[in-house]
């Protein structure tokens, strides 16, 4: 019995610790995809803006 329990946490160690790092790669992915669509809106209304000015 206590050889299934060693291996149990284990298992369940290991499990958990690929999950946090599949959850840091998605957190990391989503952060840049924020920036760079916050940069196009903030360049699309400096464009938008500009081209008013000129007409």
Same mark, same amino acid.
């Given at each position: 019995? =206590? =050889? %299934?329990?060693?291996?149990?946490?284990?298992? *369940?160690? !290991? !499990?958990?610790?690929?999950?946090?790092?599949? @959850?840091?790669? *998605?957190? =990391?992915?989503?952060? %840049? %995809?924020?920036?760079?669509?916050? @940069?196009? @809106?903030?360049?699309?209304?400096? %464009?938008?803006?500009?081209?008013? =000015?000129?007409?």
């Amino acid at each position: 019995m =206590k =050889k %299934w329990t060693l291996y149990s946490m284990t298992l *369940i160690c !290991l !499990l958990t610790l690929t999950s946090c790092e599949a @959850v840091e790669t *998605i957190f =990391k992915a989503g952060m %840049w %995809w924020g920036i760079i669509l916050v @940069v196009g @809106v903030v360049a699309i209304i400096a %464009w938008l803006f500009s081209r008013g =000015k000129n007409s």
